[in-house]
């Protein structure tokens, strides 16, 4: 089985600090003409430390990531930049070393060192509550998202350094069905999800087994973190028709080989039947970039997000914040899925 909880594993996996020698002496072979000029701690990724830099004798500013959960992730990421980066916007990376030994050197694992691309989340973009900017925003993460699903694997599963496939959600031929019955067989999962709702659970999730199976071969790319914090928009400089467009998707690290609907139901998360904010725009996009939406593909994206949520639940340590929204989430999903 492999992981779909990402932004909640930052809770629990806090990263260590790099020194700034330690970030000059990266530097310095990254950019050996340009000394450090500045650089400052990035909140929001609290897995792999990351730094935003500015390098004396240049105006653009860099990002650096040091993979500190997972070594091997670092090579992935490069990987999986090089396949999309024709059709789908990422930062330029400049320099990497996927192989670095944090015995050695400077004490620093794997990193990579990007360029600053600026921009606005979709989060910033919504708060403020103008229909035409969450129309366009929407509408260009739909596409965008299409576009990373055009990316095609030999299987399903989990993709590794030099987009290598291993194993897939879970052996069998109902996949999300037995994934879920591991996360209920949590004990912290247990304890978050009272008993009544965890029996409404496994009853609803084997309900939908057969649907399930029919995009259980699927193998497009997919993200599996498409969501506010990962995806930066710009608006272009035209002070009449400038509209919103994705300007790059971030932090690839847990990309697999899957359904694209795992990613649709991650982005549609927050969308509510009674007060939509991203729809009608964002499946427009996504038909527009040259996706496919099967019948009750709402229901559908909605159930297979049901696997990051409850995996989410087994992770300890969770804010009870957090646990509650989980809990919340889980909860609409099994009333709202009858109604979409």
Known sequence: MFCFATYIMRFTLPSASLSEHQIAQLLSRALPRHALQSFEPLTGGLINAMYRLRAEGLQETFVLRVYSRDPSACQKEVDLHQLVCGQVPVPEI?????????????????????????????????????????????????????????????????????????????????????????????????????????????????????????????RSLVHSDYGSPNILLNQSPNPVNGRWKVAAVLDWEFAFAGSPLYDVGHSLRYDRRTSPLMEPHFAAGFREGGGALPDNWRNLARVLDLTALCHMLTRPGLPEDVVAELVELVVGTMLESHFL
């Not at 606005?120 to 035409?132: E, G």
């Not at 969450?134 to 599963?157: N, R």
Request: aromatic residues 8%; glycine residues 10%; hydrophobic residues 40%.
């Open 94 to 218: 400049v320099y990497a070393n996927p192989r670095a030994n944090p015995r050695e050197e400077d004490g620093v694992g794997p990193h990579i060192l990007m360029r600053w691309i600026e921009g606005q989340t979709f989060r910033q973009i919504k708060s403020r509550r103008d229909p035409r900017e969450i129309a366009e925003a929407a509408h260009s993460i739909g596409e965008t998202l299409a576009q990373i699903g055009s990316f095609q694997f030999p299987c399903a599963g989990l993709i590794g350094p030099g987009l290598e496939i291993g194993a897939p959600l879970a052996e069998g031929p109902d996949r999300v069905p037995t994934f879920i019955e591991s996360c209920l067989a949590s004990p912290e999962m247990a304890r978050r999800l009272d008993e009544r709702h965890r029996h409404r659970l496994r009853g609803f999730i084997w309900d939908w087994a057969k649907q399930l199976a029919a995009i259980g071969d699927e």
